[in-house]
């Protein structure tokens, strides 16, 4: 797939907001832990990805009621759905400076179109050692999900089937979409919200 920059302006993928508040104390020292173990920049990104993929855990893998949505929270309480869990990496990347963006796919909720659909986040982080973007989705890995770090060919939690209408959005976009947003701010039961409130597509 051809990404593409939603902004000409690097510097829209490097601003803070409410949600990627990566300039708080918690954001900043996880971020900072993190890149004093990385060897370059490449192993940074690779460290930050697997730490929220894997320390962090999904809400409905665990079956969790809580709702998070912050950056910040994420980290905290360790725990959040796609849309949560990037906006923690983007927050720990931008926090060092690398331009970090948000992507979607519009998948099935369950594994047929009769379950309805759901939109996905994963994020987009450009690297100057190899002067490219790429995907990566921490969602969070379990049977039959494995998505890794890759600098070539993308290894995401999802392909898309177009034959059941699920759509690969190629557009990198500077903040997160407002409609997921709006979801997590409002919700007050994760698993309600997941089954029954999550947005469909862009």
């Not at 939603?6 to 993190?34: F, H, P, T, W």
């Amino acid at each position: 797939m051809i990404l593409t920059c939603e902004s000409n302006q690097v510097e829209d993928y490097l601003c803070e907001s409410k949600e990627v508040d990566y300039r708080s104390d918690a954001i900043r020292g996880k971020a900072e832990e993190l890149f004093a173990k990385a060897l370059d920049e490449i192993d940074f990104v690779r460290k930050s990805f697997e730490f929220v993929r894997d320390e962090i855990s999904h809400s409905w893998d665990i079956q969790s009621s809580r709702v998070t949505c912050r950056a910040s929270e994420v980290l905290h309480f360790k725990e959040g759905i796609c849309y949560a869990k990037s906006n923690l990496l983007c927050a720990i990347l931008r926090s060092k400076g690398l331009p970090t963006g948000f992507c979607y796919q519009r998948l099935t909720l369950g594994d047929m179109p009769e379950s309805g659909y759901c939109l996905h986040a994963l994020n987009a982080v450009y690297l100057q050692s190899v002067g490219k973007w790429i995907r990566l989705d921490a969602r969070g890995n379990k049977p039959g999900i494995q998505a890794e770090f890759a600098l070539e060919e993308e290894k995401l939690a999802f392909s898309v089937r177009a034959a059941y209408d699920e759509i690969d959005y190629p557009l990198i976009y500077s903040r997160p979409n407002p409609d997921t947003m709006s979801v997590l701010q409002h919700a007050t039961d994760c698993i309600t919200m997941y089954n029954e409130g999550l947005p469909t597509s862009l």
